[in-house]
């Protein structure tokens, strides 16, 4: 079911945990339907659908499981792998299940597989300057302000600029306990 919501009380004892997995061509359709209810200019379904497909593009999804072994995508996050670097290409966690570890374990798990797997060196990634939750995120994991675009989101409210932020991989690289 779409959109995804957090548990009421009385089905919170139904879900049992969420998971992290690679992501499947079946995942696009939900993948793009979380990207549009996250962003104001989210990626297409055929975006999507290019991007499990190429060759230098990694994916994982976040699935909320209930006891009934069923589970819907709450979190998508995409690694583009160009050595010596890589690149979060998106990040993104359905609005009602932020707050819960969601996009720290899609990035850390993005982060490990792309300095340990992928030969990575350095890891990229952009943000809007006004997200403050992801800013935090991603200044709590070491990433650091190395750019700024202009004006280059544009948004319902007008144009943000995007910052652009770096990692190093390495002995820095530690993912949290």
């Known amino acids: 079911m779409w959109p995804p919501k957090p548990p009421s009380p009385s089905e919170a004892r139904q879900v049992t945990a969420w998971r992290l997995r690679p992501w499947q061509p079946a ?3 939900a993948v793009a339907a979380l990207s549009r209810a996250v962003f104001d ?8 659908a290019h991007e499990v497909a190429a060759d230098d593009s990694r994916g994982w999804v976040a699935v909320a499981a209930d006891t009934r072994g ?6 998508v996050v995409v690694l583009w792998v160009l050595p010596p670097e890589a690149e979060i ?9 932020q707050r819960q570890g969601i996009g720290r374990a899609l990035l850390e798990h993005a982060l490990a597989w792309a300095c340990t797997r992928a030969d990575a060196r350095v890891v990229l990634l952009e943000v809007r300057a006004d997200n403050q939750p992801a800013l935090h995120l991603y200044r709590a994991l070491g990433f650091v302000e190395v750019g700024r675009r202009r004006g280059y989101y544009t948004t319902r409210h007008g144009r943000v600029d995007a910052l652009i932020m770096r990692r190093p991989c390495g002995p820095l690289w530690r993912p949290s306990p």
């Open 70 to 75: 069923s589970g819907q995508v709450v979190g």
């Open 27 to 29: 995942d696009v359709p």
């Open 41 to 48: 200019m989210p990626w297409s379904e055929t975006h999507f």
């Open 89 to 97: 290409a998106t990040l993104a966690v359905h609005p009602a299940w």
